[in-house]
């Protein structure tokens, strides 16, 4: 019987694992609104956001599942021409500066840590263990920098900036080659069953799912909280001696 190897560094998806997002897209329009002086019904920020999807969908694709690296500036570029867009649905006419000016900072600050999420990154560190992040999703750096994070983190990998998505072997793979270990050292914290959990241990790499608010099942690799994972880590350094 083949002995598991040590767990020596950890990833962790971003969005409901480290930090949450706050308020629904319909509130966010409607903050986004206020910064234009205008007020528009929750059933026409709706049709405004219906109208773009067939044009939404595939610029989605060109980045998440590429396969190729995208800039910053051409992120940027994408988020400000959709927010023109839906401005203009809504009847309001915006030039790129209003639009950097007064609805990129409202998306830029929804993000919020859990509670325990700092005490956890500073805990694993004093133990010595590597960290990245490997997220679906865009501006992780920046968001992790902002929130005061970005320290903690030895590589950080979102979906928009590489060009695939989990549960893609190829994030996964990135973010190991970029820590210097193998998919056997590490360990996968995330809370979607199949970007994190089935995509990690497709590679063999161990997994915690996290369950906020659940009753888990910790024989199962199931958490409720991120000090679940010191426990975890504490309890394969005891079981390794």
Known sequence: MTTPSTIDTVLFDAVNTLWHQSGSILDIWADVLEQFDAIRTTKEIIRADFEHQPWLEPQLASFEISGKPVSDEAIDAFWIEFDRRMLRSLGIEASVESVVSKVLPVFAGLDFLYDDTVDVLASLQEMGFPMAIVSNGVYQQRNAARMGIEKFFDSIIDSWH???????????????????????????????????????????????????YEIVDES??????????????????????
Do not use: C, Y
Not at 224 to 229: C, P
């Open 162 to 212: 590489v060009g695939f998505m989990k549960p893609d072997a190829r994030i996964f793979n990135l973010a190991l080659r970029e820590l210097g270990f193998s998919a056997n050292q590490a360990l996968m914290v995330g809370d979607t069953w199949n970007a994190d959990v089935v995509g990690g241990r497709s590679l063999g790499i161990r997994t915690l799912h996290r369950i906020r």
């Open 220 to 241: 199962n690799d199931e958490i409720s909280t991120l000090r679940g994972v010191v426990e975890f880590l504490k309890h394969q350094q005891q079981k390794a001696r």
